[in-house]
């Protein structure tokens, strides 16, 4: 058996990391199809599995690939696959079966330039709100984004503890900038990886439900062939998960689907806060903006402008709480994004009546450098 | 009843033998009089029984339409998935553990449109799964449309003035993919068909039988085969059983023998799993060469 964790120091590309990081969560089933700039990770696991005793299988299209990862879950292993944009735009069809079966498992974008075939090679951040809405229907998602190799990594494994946690597929929406960058990452030893894994049944078979929730909304989880005669569907259903196409069975399945989520968020959400304890202006960002936001935010406060940065690590669910609480203190977000305004609309929305909020877009094909968001700063703080 | 039982033991006296497979509370079920759904359901688990397949380790995967509906009349692992792509999901099921009876049964616009690519890859991969096609020529559950199986000239909602498309042959699809069993029946040929299904349900690697399956509802109807039993009629005069027959020649034509049997047997080729793992033991080799 080869290593599963490669404890030390390495300099790996971010999509290396990413595949370093599921292998280092326990992932033992890959699916996937070729897609720049996400295949990289496919051709690492696929280098890596046969190694730990891993199943990587490269399907005919992402609508398979997408399907396997969650009757692999449902087998009981920890399952994920890699995309880009249009990639993901096939899979969101079995990313609502996986919510709606409560399926954990981890889904990566590396978002290119859209709308369409776009920008195949360069970056963008085009797919934050596809991530929230791609699927029909309503629900709620989490989605975490990294800013560097040894993010891509250790959010990689907080993306499968989160997705086994609350019984949902995760996504990890990094961009090629991350992907194709190279950087130190550091893997800690075996032991210290928290994993988390799913629930499973305490009651013998005669008296499980296949959807019958705990107090925290999530129910517990029988895998194929243990004897507890699984019943799933995409369907709206009830607790035995037999079809219940009824306006009550909808209303209490859909609620609990969200409300495991929103009644968690505190949790879930997780940002970043640098000099926000004076800050008059705020950058909100996330993902490999981050990077040039924070430089940005450097540059400024050099110049004795107060201003803060506030990173959001998780992107789905919104951190809403913290944007409306430092709205009451800053004058003005500022929100650079690689997109025509994304993750904008939500600072806005959270802000309203307290805080301006200014966007800073580029539809993507590169970052946004430093000096840019700079400018924007510095523009607005003479206001 | 559902999950009642621990397998292994009898079923109480006053069941039907077969009411040890169904999770009886959910009868009656949502398909129409006529339809041979049932009876293809039906003979599966009797072929289940008569291999002696340990009903924990069974697993029935769907996709979507009335054949769809099927996995949660069953008293197995059940999975009813999105449209079209039961085969894939089946397949994630399947390779992480490889001890389960994995059965894909669903209907032909599920597997032959929506999901016909993952069809042809499935057979040309040969993973384990035994794929069960209810064929009724039609999109029933949605109401009688097109389907890439109505014959020449029928008559659908999509099709007012008859069918100009050439439907597919599945057995000879599947064969020219390379599914190492291909078989075709109908679900009158209740005992056959349940031969068949043992005969498959013992060998490894992509297996694939059609059912040719009556919908008098919404196939039947508007194709001079009104009465809930005329499809059953049509079927049982004009089949014809040749096992072993090229499957090139096995195309339905109305008016013409509907020709069934057992058509394809390959025995030696290894399935997906036995390929993988054959894999790991070379990549396993290399490493330790190295060292």
Redesign the interface.
């Known amino acids: 058996m ?1 290593k599963t964790v490669l404890t030390g120091k390495h300099f790996w590309y971010g999509n290396i990391a990413i595949a370093e990081g599921a292998i280092a969560a326990g992932c ?2 890959f ?1 996937g199809y070729p897609i720049t700039p996400a295949s990289e990770i496919a051709e690492h696991i696929s280098k890596r599995f ?2 730990i ?1 891993g ?1 990587f ?1 490269q ?3 992402e ?3 997408m ?11 920890k ?1 994920m696959t890699s995309t880009s944009g249009p990639g993901f735009s096939l899979m969101v ?2 990313f ?2 996986g919510v709606m ?1 409560e399926v954990p498992t981890v889904v990566v974008n590396i978002q290119r330039g859209g709308p369409s075939t776009g920008l195949p090679t360069l970056t963008a951040q085009g797919d934050v709100m596809q991530a929230k809405w791609g699927s029909h229907g309503q629900y709620e998602v989490i989605a975490l984004s990294p800013d560097s190799p040894q993010e891509a990594f250790d959010l990689t494994i907080r993306c499968f503890n989160l997705a086994e946690k609350y019984r949902v597929p995760v996504i990890l929406l990094a961009s090629e900038t991350v992907g194709h960058s190279a950087g130190k990452v550091v893997v800690p030893p075996e032991d210290e990886i928290e994993l988390i894994d799913r629930k499973k049944p305490t009651v013998p ?2 008296e ?1 439900l296949s959807y019958m929730p705990d107090e925290d909304l999530i129910p517990p989880m029988a895998l ?12 709206t259903h009830d607790e ?4 219940d196409i009824s306006a009550e069975a909808q209303e209490k399945l859909v609620r609990r689907l969200n409300d495991k989520i929103r009644k968690h968020l505190e949790e879930i959400v997780d940002v970043e806060e640098e000099n926000m304890e004076d800050a008059k202006i705020a950058v909100v960002s996330y993902g490999q903006v981050s990077r040039p936001a924070k430089r940005a935010v450097k540059m400024a406060r050099e110049e004795g402008i107060k201003v803060g940065s506030i990173k959001l690590i998780t992107v789905w669910p919104f951190a809403e709480n913290v944007i409306r609480k430092w709205a009451k203190q800053v004058e003005l977000f500022v929100v650079p994004e690689l997109n025509y305004g994304q993750i904008y609309l939500e600072v806005k929305r959270e802000a309203a009546g307290d805080a301006e909020t200014v966007l800073v877009p580029r539809m993507g094909g590169r970052l946004i450098t430093p000096q840019e968001i700079y400018q924007e700063i510095k523009k607005v703080s003479e206001k | 009843m ?3 039982m ?2 292994g033991e009898k079923p109480p006296q006053e069941l039907h033998p077969m009411d040890w497979w169904l ?1 009886s509370e ?1 009868m009656p079920h949502i398909w129409c009089a006529g339809c041979g759904i049932g009876s293809t359901l039906y003979a599966w688990a009797r072929a289940l029984d008569s291999v002696g397949i340990d009903k ?2 069974v ?1 029935y ?1 769907s996709g ?1 339409g009335c054949c769809g ?1 099927g ?2 009349y069953l ?8 449209h ?2 039961a ?11 490889p ?2 009876c994995v059965n894909v049964i669903s209907g032909d616009g599920d597997l032959f449109s929506i999901g016909g ?2 069809f042809i ?1 499935a057979c040309r991969r040969n993973v384990d799964l035994l794929v069960i096609c209810t064929n009724n020529f039609i999109y029933g559950m949605t109401g009688g449309q097109l389907a890439a199986t109505t014959p020449l000239g029928d008559y659908s909602t999509t099709t007012p003035y008859g069918n100009i498309e050439p439907p597919f042959n599945t057995p000879h699809l599947a064969d020219a993919s390379g599914a190492v069993y291909v078989a075709r029946w109908t679900s009158i040929h209740v005992r056959l068909l349940e031969k068949s299904i043992a005969e498959a349900l013992r060998m490894k690697g992509f297996r694939y039988i059609e059912v040719l399956s009556p919908c008098p509802v919404n196939y039947g109807r508007r194709n001079r085969l009104r009465e809930v039993d005329d499809i059953a009629k049509w079927f049982w005069k004009s089949s014809v059983i040749k096992h072993g027959a090229d499957t090139s020649e096995v195309q339905i034509e109305k008016g013409k023998p509907l020709i069934l049997g057992n058509f394809v047997k390959r025995e030696k080729k290894l399935s997906y799993y036995e390929e ?1 793992k054959k ?2 033991e070379k ?2 080799r290399a ?1 330790e060469a190295e060292k």
């Open positions: 080869g033992r089933f699916a046969p190694e005793g199943i299988i399907f005919e299209d609508l398979a690939a399907a396997a990862i969650l009757g692999a879950s449902w087998a009981g292993a399952s069809e079995n609502g079966l079966m078979p005669e499980y194929a062939g243990e004897g507890y005669a699984v019943c799933t569907t995409g369907l035995k998960g037999y079809p | 559902s999950r009642k621990i397998s999770r959910r924990e380790k697993v995967v979507i509906r996995s949660g008293d197995v692992d059940g999975f009813h998935t999105t079209g792509r085969i894939p999901f089946a397949i994630g099921i399947k390779l992480v553990k001890d389960l690519n993952h890859h993988l894999l790991e990549v396993k490493a």
